[in-house]
């Protein structure tokens, strides 16, 4: 996500149940990345153009939902964010 998406897509997150472990809330991980992709006919991208790939500086964040709220998270995620399409991935993590 763009940097000036940072704080209003974690804030959202962390309202959806997002972001504790254990006594502590607003937890997560970001990092500053490339990403690339290319918008075919018919997309509006938030950054750059349709119809030519496109390189931009984003923010990868990762950060922890309990089981029963990842649906939660997921809508509020993408409300916030501002791509049309934005990418994210679950995986389940083992409490050993």
């Known amino acids: 996500m763009p940097e000036e998406a940072l704080d209003a897509t974690r804030e959202a997150v962390f ?19 490339t990403g690339t992709f290319f918008g075919g006919e018919g997309t509006s991208p ?4 349709s ?4 390189r931009v500086a984003e923010f990868r964040v990762e950060t922890v939902v309990p089981e029963a709220r990842i ?8 409300l916030a964010h501002p791509y049309e399409e934005p990418a994210y991935d679950v995986y389940p993590l083992l409490d050993r």
């Open 51 to 54: 119809g030519r790939e496109e």
């Open 71 to 78: 649906s939660d998270a997921i809508v509020a995620l993408t």
């Open 46 to 49: 938030a950054l750059g153009e």
């Open 15 to 33: 309202e959806a149940g997002g972001g504790r472990i254990g006594d502590y809330e607003r937890c997560s991980w970001y990092t500053p990345g």
